[in-house]
Nanobody, 126 residues
Framework: VQLQASGGGLVQAGGSLRLSCTVS????????MGWFRQAPGKEREFVAT????????YYAVSVKGRFTISRDNAKNTVYLQMNSLNAEDTAVYYC????????????????????WGQGTQVTVSS
């Protein structure tokens, strides 16, 4: 099982980035996928999650309206489009997969996910 995140980098405040996470070794269209982030000295926090089909999404209040999570099941890939970035968005971003079959996609706890990617650094300069 591998979750390979990519797309991070250095961007100016107000700019945009798109993160990708490609999954192998799992049945991708049966996974709820999420993005989390962790800033230096802080705990890992929930960013967004998307349902199996991509039809349902859920966001942290801090990113709602600026970030968009989506998925392409044909490519086994989940995306996080990040717009209007600010310094508070600086963090290592992690993708995560939850294979548990249950209702709802508001899965905001780290403990709810079974698999994690290695993280990709996003740095926003002000």
């Amino acid at each position: 099982v591998q979750l390979q995140a990519s797309g991070g980098g250095l961007v100016q405040a107000g700019g945009s980035l798109r993160l990708s996470c490609t999954v192998s070794g799992l049945t991708f269209n049966k996974l709820v996928m999420g993005w989390f982030r962790q800033a230096p000295g802080k705990e890992r926090e929930f960013v967004a999650t998307v349902s199996w089909s991509g039809g349902s999404t859920y966001y942290a209040v801090s990113v709602k309206g600026r970030f968009t999570i989506s998925r392409d099941n044909a490519k086994n890939t989940v995306y996080l489009q990040m717009n209007s970035l600010n310094a508070e968005d600086t963090a290592v971003y992690y993708c995560a997969a939850d294979r548990t079959v249950r209702s709802g996609i508001a899965r905001v706890a780290v403990s709810e996910y079974d698999y994690w990617g290695q993280g990709t650094q996003v740095t926003v300069s002000s």
